[in-house]
């Protein structure tokens, strides 16, 4: 994915409002809320020309996340990863490792170290864009896009890797809501099995 957007006009979200918009994304989630919206996440393997779809319905929260596609659950809390696979009716255990996550919204939406640069643009149907940019060789990603609506809603996530791998999240009737117990509830069969690989388990 590279950066295929003209910009319409450019807008210091910083001068304007006083608070950018990404600083405003991320205060939403530091306030604990939650943004709840049905996605379409696609992965383009620029090397094997592989193509990856996936379609389901994710939660956000300030330090984890929950994707539940088809039958199959993600549940994810920055330290361990749980996986229930329905086809084969198991449950994986892992510890969570952030550079082998392809999907991991929450760390985009919410967070960039110091080696990026964060530009806001405004284009002229309101929607805002952030891109968020590195050099770092050790960052995951070298580039980042995303795309608010005039509430600030994100409506669209474009990341490339360090080898050019292309990661587009679009997401659908977003909402931000109030933090509810239940909504991070990893919920399977009794009947799956269990495998732990987690580090000394």
Do not use: C
């Not at 979200?13 to 991320?26: H, I, M, N, V, Y």
């Amino acid at each position: 994915m590279a950066a295929l957007f003209s910009f319409l006009m450019i807008t210091k979200e910083a001068t304007a409002q006083g608070t950018s918009a990404f600083d405003r994304l991320k205060q939403t989630f530091e306030t604990g809320k939650v943004f709840n919206a049905a996605f379409v996440h696609e992965y383009n393997d620029t090397f094997t020309g592989e193509q990856q779809r996936t379609e389901g319905t994710i939660w956000v929260g300030k330090d984890r996340y929950k994707i539940i596609s088809g039958n199959n659950i993600m549940l994810v809390d920055g330290e361990i990863s749980r996986v229930y696979d329905s086809t084969r009716n198991r449950v994986i255990i892992s510890d969570y490792e952030e550079e082998e996550d392809d999907f991991a919204p929450s760390r985009m939406l919410q967070g960039v170290d110091d080696t990026y640069s964060v530009s806001e643009y405004r284009h002229g149907n309101g929607n805002i864009e952030i891109l968020l940019s590195s050099n770092d060789p050790f960052t995951i990603f070298i580039q980042v896009t995303i795309i608010l609506d005039v509430n600030g809603i994100p409506l669209r996530i474009e990341a490339i890797d360090q080898v050019e791998n292309e990661l587009t999240t679009f997401f659908i009737d977003g909402v931000f809501m109030p933090e509810d117990p239940e909504i991070f509830l990893f919920q399977y069969p009794d009947t799956a099995e269990q495998i732990d690989l987690r580090h000394g388990s």
